[in-house]
Structure formats: C-alpha cells, structure tokens
C-alpha cells in the first residue's frame, strides 16, 4: 500500500446489516406465503409476487426521479410489498394490487424520506388506502382449498365475523380472510424465528397480544378466538415490529403495543368495522414519536441540572 | 443494573506469547507530549549526550509528566512532532551509540510519606498505561480530607480485541502487581483494592484469587466480558456499584482507577529508579506473521516493530495504535511509540477495506441497547445533523466515552461514535 487508511474509530464492524435484517424478514415471511398458495391456490403466490416486483420497481422508479442512489438493495421494498400482499384478498385484481403498492412505497415511504423516515407503516397505509377505496374488492373472500374452477369470492363473513370457525380451523388458517393473516401457525413460526434471530423485540407482540386477549376476556368475548382470528397474529408480529415507525425502547414497544391492542379491541367490538388492527398500528405508528420522547433512558451519571438549577433559583 | 456492552472477538492471539525485547533501534524519536495535560520543553539541545533514563522533558506545569532518555547516544535534531490530537509539539530524535549506559541520575527513590511517594511517581514519569495517558502523580494527589478514598480500582479488563499487553503484566509480573497496589494503598490510604479482569482471562483471575487468598483488603473482581468493560467509568461500576457521575472525577466518588500495567511500573520504579523509558505492547493484525508481545524502547519507530512481528509496509493497509474499537489510524510508519501504545496492529487491505452498504437509520435501537452509558446514538446523529446545540445538551452527549460500540452494531453502518465526537467538539465551541 502506497498510503496507510486512516478512519475514525471503531475499525470493526458487526456482520449485521440492513439487507441481512430485511432478509431474515422475507425469509420469516416465507411460511406465511407457503401457506397462502396451499391455501388459497397459485393465484395466491401471483399476488405476492406482483406486490413485491411492483414495490420493487416503485421504489427504484423514486430512486431514478429523485436522483437518489439504488436503494433497492436494501431489501425493505421487497419486504413492505410481501407484506402487503399478505393483507390482501385472493380475488383482488392485480392493477389494484399495484397501486396499494404505489400508495405505499412512493406516497407513504419515498416522499417522506425513504428508509427509516416515514412515520407510518407503509405496507398499513397502502392495505387501508385500499380498504377504503374499493370496499368490495377487499373484503370479497374465497373458501380456501378450493378447485380452481368453483374459485368464487364472496362478501360473506369471515371467522373474526360469523364467529363460526373451530380453534384448529383458525391456527392453521383453513379460514376465509386475507392470503397471510389465516394460518396462526405459519406466522407464529415466522414470528418466532425472528426473535430467536434477535430480529425484533418479542415485547411489542407479546404486549399487543396479550392486551387483546386481556380485553376480550373482560368484554366477555373469547379471547383465544380473538387472538387467532383476524389479522392480528399478522399485524402484531410483522408489522408493529416494523424498526421505522415503531418506538425504539423496550417500555416503548410495550406501551406501543398495549396501545395498539386496545384501539383493535375497540374497534372489533364498538366499531363499525370488523377489524381493527391495521387501524390500531396506524394510529400508534402517529403517536410513536411522543412514545419515544416519554420513554427516552436517562442517561447513566446525568445530573439533573434543572431540578438543582431550580432550586437554586428558588433559594 | 448492569450497564449495557457488546460481545466482540476476543483475537486475543498473544495471550500466551512471553514479552521479548526488542533489538535496540539506530534511533529513536522522543515527543514532547506523551501524556494528558501540558507539554514538556526539551531539556537539550542537538548534539548533546544523554544516557538511558536521563531527563530530557520537563515544565512546570502541574498537569504534566518528565519525559527521560530510551538510550544513550548524542541528541541528533529537535524537531516539530504532529501529534494525533493534531497539535504540535518538539520531539527530540536521539541516535544511539548501542551501549545503553544508565543515567547517573538514576536512584531508588526514598519513600517514606504520601508526599515523597507521589513526588517520585511523578519524576518517574508516569502516566496512565492503559491509554488515555492521565498523569499518574496526579491522579494520586487527593485532597483525601476533602474527598476520602475507599477503593482503588485495578484495571486489568483489557477489553479491547487483541490486546494482552496489560495481561501479560498480571502472569509475568504478578509480584510487581500486588506490591504496587499495596504501595499505592498505604501511601495513598487506601483501605480496598480490587483487581479486575474480564473473565476470558481464567487464569489470571485463578493466580490472582490465589495470591491474594489471604488478604482481606484486596478482592479480585471477576468481570463479564463485554466490550467496554475496561473503561473507566465501567470499570469502576463494576467494581464498587458507584456511578461517576457527568463531570466527575472517580475521586468524588472515592475511588481511584488505576491500570494493572501502571500498578507494575509504580512497584519497579521504586525498587531500581529506572524511569518509564519502555514498554510493553502487543503486536498483532493479520498483516503481522508472527504476532508477539514485546518490551520496546519508548521513542522507538513503528517501522521497526513491523519488521520484528515480520510484517511488511507493503502490505499494511491500515496500522493502529491501540486496539480495533477505540484505536487511532497511525499515517506515518516512522511513528514513535509513545508511553501511552499498548498495542500496534497491522491490517492488510482485505481486513481493512470496509466494504459495507451504509443505509438509512432504520431505528432498530440496537444502539441505543449497546451504549453503556445509555445514550440515544440515532437521536444523537440527528441532532449534530441538525446542529442542533440544545438538543445535543439535552441527550447528554458529554457523557460519550467514545467507546465506538453504536457504531459497531449499526446494521446501517452509521458512522454513530464518530458523530458524538463530532458533536461534543460543537458543544465546546
């Protein structure tokens, strides 16, 4: 070497890394997407793949606009499409599929900054953006295990709804409802492998679950029902473990969850719509700032200055 | 509580590698400032003649250290030395005739009180081993009427990767050890020493717990390891449960910190009067083929411990001083060792190169779980970001020890530790 590097300390680095940490995230998300194609058939897996590619060329098109570098490398697209193709309906058509991608990755993560500072979950806001957009669409259900040719979405009610579903039908997801939120068995394997890589916090699941099967038992629902049905195992272990628009402390992620487990609670069992956690997630994701300025650490050895000062004043 | 840290590689290759001497070098270049605190004068001038332990540096000041001789030989130039704090300072370049002849000013210091034993520690020249280089004279020299100490902390954690320089202190010269803290303590008044090693080193902490058996004024503190448990402020959690707290000194909180290998020093020093005039490091890096500890002549170039650890310039890409996590980039390979290296390592370009994505913050809080003393690392980057003074006061950056350990784990390759200092230089403007 003709010239010494010189940088500024520490000159190791731990192997961890944003692509591998959203990596593990698809990965964690696979069981999910196998159970959704046994479920509810090939056009499942299309649907998860259209989400994905589409949020991945969303993303790279704002690169190119907003003359920012590839960020498409990071893995975080790919993860918010995957995720947001789990929220969806087997029936919904492709061009809607897209534009919930568009609504999430170039209206809710790249205007706002990209990676790390959008204040939502952009995967939320896209399945709510659509939700409310084409009400039928999203909720037009299909059996699962259906032959391909009697394939046919209806209105009708899913599990969270006629309340008709058999704990074993719900846990492993042989329900109506969105293509990833049915099979409890594969998310919580997903889920589990994520805290057992140190991914996320088993504090913020933990804590939304928990509240919700709290709630439900003092609102004389059954709260085992509660937990397995709808989109909460889904919600609760992807999505309000997102890094970006979630607190960062540990009394942070509690509170965030217990917050998002009541406002579920609320509106599931007050609220006119029958699910209430995306809603949940969305409003804690807005409150998360304040989250954590209230459960911001004090520093070890910090004096507190204006308390003395204060006194100081006074005397 | 227990304060956060990291779990690192230990590296530490040398553990087992007896210190050798060094061949004694053609010359060597003796900077001025090799301490915390004011800088020496020279006390010669080109072409005079000086034997080992002679005083070549002195002042007045009090915050500072005596600065002697490495060699004998005839002072060949006194020139301007860039220091890597970026000040100047002179450094005198002495060749040597190869004959080592010793000072006439060399003498076993007489001790009898806590003042002539902390004038002696103060001609000896001594400055904290472990790094930051505080002036040990100082350090001892408490008001103990005003601030009592209890407890004397020996540091013997040794946390960084790598390094086992302080290690082979407590096997080779155990002796030096216990008697120094027992000197330390009875001159000083100190009714408690505790001797703490991290727990990767079991059988030092096994002789340690041996010798100091029957003892009951001296405890060896068994530490987890993890990184940075040899800082100062941790290091002293550890061993008593009292935090130093924001501005403080250990003394207000009765304690004195002290490193093993300084422990060492103070005891020889007071058997032969030989002055710090060399040192103990570690040399190790994947571009060093035989990775040693040895005992070097202060003033001695880096390029000659390269040649002895069989690494060649060529194939350095990155040489530090000190270890990986809060080691500083040396620019030059004619560097001088100084009191304060306990270790120089050599990387080559595939171990150096950082080839790393850096992204976005993506709030994972993993730096917030590693900072020992419980800083927000990420809010910290945006408020320096922002310049944003008030904030910065607020999020406590003072209380940073630059341990570097938010920057490690950032899976966003965030330069976060450098940021801090950044941000703490802000504030003292």
Same mark, same amino acid.
């Given at each position: 070497m003709d010239k010494l590097i010189v940088s500024p300390s520490p000159h190791i680095r731990a192997a961890a890394a944003t692509s591998k940490i959203m990596g593990n995230v698809l990965i964690a998300l696979l069981p999910a997407v196998i159970a959704a194609t046994l479920l509810f058939g090939g056009r499942a897996l299309i649907l998860v793949g259209v989400c994905t590619g589409s949020a991945i060329i969303w993303e790279r098109l704002c690169n190119i606009v907003m003359k920012r570098p590839d960020t498409t490398g990071d893995l975080s697209a790919a993860v918010t499409g995957m995720i947001l193709a789990l929220n969806l309906p087997r029936s919904l058509p492709y061009w809607m599929a897209i534009l919930g991608t568009f609504v999430a990755i170039v209206i809710v993560k790249q205007l706002f900054g990209g990676l790390g500072n959008n204040f939502a979950n952009p995967a939320i806001v896209g399945r709510i953006v659509l939700f409310l957009s084409f009400p039928s669409a999203m909720t037009a259900w299909t059996d699962p295990f259906l032959q391909p040719q009697v394939y046919d979405a209806t209105t009708t009610a899913t599990p969270l709804v006629s309340k008709a579903a058999s704990y074993s039908d719900l846990f492993l997801g042989t329900v109506r409802g969105c293509l990833g939120e049915t099979c409890a068995f594969a998310l919580l394997l997903g889920g589990l492998y994520l805290i %057992?890589?140190?991914?996320?916090?088993? %504090?913020?699941?933990? %804590?939304?679950?928990g509240t919700v099967a709290a709630f439900?038992? $003092?609102?004389?629902?059954?709260?085992?029902?509660? &937990? $397995?049905?709808?989109? $909460?195992?889904?919600? %609760?272990?992807? #999505?309000?473990?997102?890094?970006v628009t979630t607190p960062v402390t540990t009394l942070g992620k509690v509170m965030f969850g217990l917050g998002c487990g009541i406002i579920t609670? &609320?509106?599931?069992?007050?609220?006119?719509?029958?699910?209430?956690v995306s809603?949940?997630?969305?409003? #804690?994701?807005?409150?998360?700032?304040?989250?954590?300025? $209230?459960t911001g650490a004090r520093p070890v050895g910090a004096k507190k200055k204006e308390k003395k000062a204060a006194k100081e004043a006074a005397a | 509580m227990r304060l956060n840290g990291i779990v690192l590689a230990h590296n530490k290759n040398t553990a087992d590698n007896p210190t050798v001497p060094v061949p004694l070098p053609e010359s060597v270049k003796i900077p001025m400032s090799q301490h915390m605190g004011v800088p020496c004068q020279p006390l010669v001038k080109v072409g005079d003649e000086v034997k080992v332990g002679q005083k070549i540096g002195d002042?007045?000041? @009090? /915050?500072?250290?005596?600065?002697?001789?490495?060699v004998s030989g005839t002072v060949a130039a006194i020139e301007d030395f860039l220091l890597a704090n970026g000040k100047v300072c002179k450094a005198v370049v002495i060749k040597s005739d190869g004959k080592q002849k010793m000072s006439e000013e060399i003498y076993r210091p007489v001790v009898n009180s806590t003042e002539s034993f902390i004038n002696a520690v103060k001609e000896s020249g001594c400055c904290g081993l472990g790094g930051a280089g505080f002036p040990t004279h100082i350090k001892l020299r408490v008001d103990t009427k005003v601030t009592p100490i209890d407890s004397l902390v020996i540091n013997a954690a040794e946390c960084e990767p790598y390094i086992t320089s302080d290690y082979r202190e407590l096997v080779e010269a155990p002796d030096d050890v216990l008697d120094g803290i027992d000197k330390v303590m009875k001159y000083i !008044?100190?009714?408690?020493? =505790?001797?703490?090693?991290?727990d990767n080193k079991p059988q030092a902490i096994a002789d340690m717990t041996r010798r100091t058996s029957m003892r009951d004024n001296i405890t060896v503190v068994k530490l987890k390891s993890s990184y940075p448990q040899g800082a100062e402020k941790v290091v002293a959690y550890s061993a008593t449960g009292r935090i130093i707290g924001e501005g403080e000194l250990p003394a207000y909180k009765g304690i004195i910190v002290m490193n093993v290998s300084t422990a060492g020093f103070i005891s020889r020093y007071l058997k032969t009067g030989i002055p710090l005039v060399e040192r103990r490091l570690t040399l190790d890096g994947d571009a060093f083929r035989t990775p040693c500890n040895v005992k070097a002549p202060i003033g001695i170039s880096v390029r000659e411990l390269i040649k002895f650890a069989d690494g060649s310039p060529d194939s350095i890409a990155k040489l530090l001083s000190g270890g990986p996590m809060m080691g /500083?980039?040396? =620019?030059?390979?004619?560097?001088? @060792? /100084?009191?304060?290296?306990?270790a120089i390592l050599g990387f080559t370009e595939k171990a150096a190169v950082r080839k790393e994505v850096k992204t976005a913050c993506i709030r994972c809080g993993r730096c917030v779980r590693a900072c020992p003393v419980k800083l927000m690392p990420t809010e910290l980057e945006k408020a320096y970001d922002a310049r944003d003074v008030d904030r910065l006061k607020k999020l406590k950056v003072n209380l940073c020890?630059?341990? !570097?350990?938010?920057? =490690? @784990?950032?899976?966003?390759?965030?330069?976060?530790?450098?940021?801090?200092?950044?941000?703490?230089e802000l504030l003292r403007q």
């Open positions: %057992a890589m140190k991914i996320i916090s088993p %504090a913020t699941p933990v %804590a939304f679950i439900s038992w $003092l609102a004389g629902e059954d709260p085992l029902y509660q &937990v $397995l049905s709808g989109g $909460l195992m889904l919600g %609760a272990l992807f #999505m309000a473990t997102d890094y609670c &609320v509106i599931r069992f007050y609220g006119s719509y029958p699910e209430g809603f949940s997630i969305l409003l #804690m994701n807005i409150v998360t700032p304040y989250i954590d300025m $209230l | 002042t007045d000041a @009090v /915050m500072s250290a005596p600065i002697h001789s490495s !008044g100190i009714a408690h020493a =505790y001797i703490c090693i991290e /500083m980039c040396l =620019y030059d390979f004619d560097t001088p @060792v /100084m009191k304060t290296n306990n020890m630059n341990c !570097g350990s938010c920057s =490690y @784990v950032c899976p966003a390759k965030r330069d976060l530790a450098e940021k801090n200092q950044l941000a703490k």
